[in-house]
């Protein structure tokens, strides 16, 4: 015989945790909704009053003034929205050249505080003290006002083999001009990385199943380099180049790096290589030395030890860190419009904004690129570390 258990009549009084928390819950929603409103209303009022007119029709008028750096056609007729794609590029552009040095000295400076020579240590751990107490904006000024202000002038500029110019102007360096042969050339070089990493995959399945180890890189070395030497001989040249040269007081022709992308490339590279550095040194440190010994017992070479024992092992302590430390050049990007650098904040949050007066337009368009950015290199990063995490058996 079934018992049935009686059934408890629901306590809706205050002194019921359940009900005490849903209307909190309903508190809590109802003010931060009044208060959006509220906000809403108030901007909405004070544009009324000021005759400013909302919504992003602005993007379609002519900006009517000059940028110094673009990366594409520009001119001074050009609508806000091609500044808007001039300075998502200029942005992007130094971000991802920051990264690339950030990354590149910070990995040997990483490995230097790990070295057994008492003077590369000691070198190591002088530059990470000295760089990463110093603000980045000052980095950026000792850089810009310091040196490259300093350096001579277009008609006493530093050259190179009459091909590259340094000076107070910038670098001047040859611009490539599409050639007739590029569509060859391209397909003749990922055919060549496509067969180099072919005849990879195979090498290192014959060694699996014999032992027998066959290099790839002799066989790739002469492909990368045959097989778009043919292409150009056959299809004609892939680039041509045009030649900086000085005219009057200035270089015209070929390409200008403007100093300010110089000042805060090195600037910010510098300043988030101490830190990658330090990551770098805590992931193989958090290596069990365990590892250290038993490579060496196998009679493998220091360097073939650390790309190929310790490196794989020490990544999934390094890359979150190193995510952060991207996302940190990316941010300090912005710091670009302290020495005129047209990025994102200097050109829309700051030149369109002062023309226009659309300032919630501008800044949240600012604000979006940078949060876009931020996303996507934060999914990449957790892409390649989901990769390369060490699966457990």
């Known amino acids: 015989m079934r018992h049935h258990r009686p059934a408890v009549k629901a306590d809706l009084s205050f002194s019921n945790p359940s009900v005490r928390a849903w209307l909190y819950q309903i508190v809590a929603l109802a003010f931060v909704i009044g208060m959006a409103a509220y906000l809403i209303h108030n901007t909405v009022s004070n544009l009324d009053s000021r005759g400013i007119t909302s919504g992003f029709a602005f993007l379609d008028r002519s900006a009517g003034f000059g940028i110094v750096q673009h990366l594409i056609d520009y001119d001074q007729g050009d609508t806000y929205s091609k500044v808007f794609v001039v300075g998502l590029l200029n942005t992007l552009l130094v971000s991802v050249l920051c990264i690339v040095f950030a990354t590149f000295i910070g990995f040997f400076v990483g490995l230097a505080r790990l070295s057994d ?12 003290e000295t760089f990463r107490n110093i603000p ?4 950026i000024f000792f850089w810009y006002f310091a040196v490259l202000r300093n350096l001579p002038g277009p008609r006493q500029a530093l050259d190179a083999f009459g091909l590259i110019y340094l000076s107070n102007r910038g670098l001047s360096l040859p611009a490539p001009i599409v050639g007739e042969g590029l569509l060859a050339f391209t397909a003749a070089v990922l055919l060549a990385l496509l067969v180099s990493a ?15 180890l066959r290099r790839t890189w002799p066989v790739a070395i002469a492909l990368i380099v045959a097989l778009p030497a043919a292409a150009h001989a056959i ?33 910010l590279s510098v300043y988030t290589s101490v830190f990658i550095a330090e ?13 250290h010994e038993a490579a060496l017992s196998l009679g493998l070479p220091k360097q073939v030890t650390l790309r190929q ?13 190193l995510t952060s430390q991207y996302l940190n050049i990316v941010k300090n990007s912005s710091l670009a419009a302290a020495i005129g650098y047209p990025d994102m904040v200097s050109l ?16 949240a368009i600012t604000m979006s690129v940078y949060l876009a950015i931020s996303l996507a290199i934060s999914l990449l990063m957790n892409v390649y570390n989901r990769r390369i995490a060490l699966v457990e058996r």
Do not use: C
């Open 136 to 139: 980045p904006m000052l980095q």
């Open 348 to 363: 829309f949050a700051g030149s369109v904004l002062n023309q226009t007066g659309q300032a919630i337009e501008t800044i």
């Open 117 to 128: 020579n008492w003077l590369v240590r000691k070198l190591s751990t002088f530059y990470i």
């Open 235 to 267: 299809f004609g040249a892939a680039l041509h180049w045009d030649i900086p040269a000085l005219h009057g007081f200035n270089f015209s022709g070929g390409i200008v790096l403007i100093p300010e992308l110089a000042a805060l490339t090195l600037a």
């Open 198 to 212: 072919g005849l990879h995959r195979y090498n290192k399945m014959h060694q699996m199943k014999t032992g027998q």
């Open 309 to 321: 024992v310790i490196v794989p092992q020490a990544l999934r302590v390094i890359i979150p860190p």
């Open 279 to 291: 990551i770098i040194r805590s992931g193989i440190q958090s290596v069990p030395f365990g590892q």
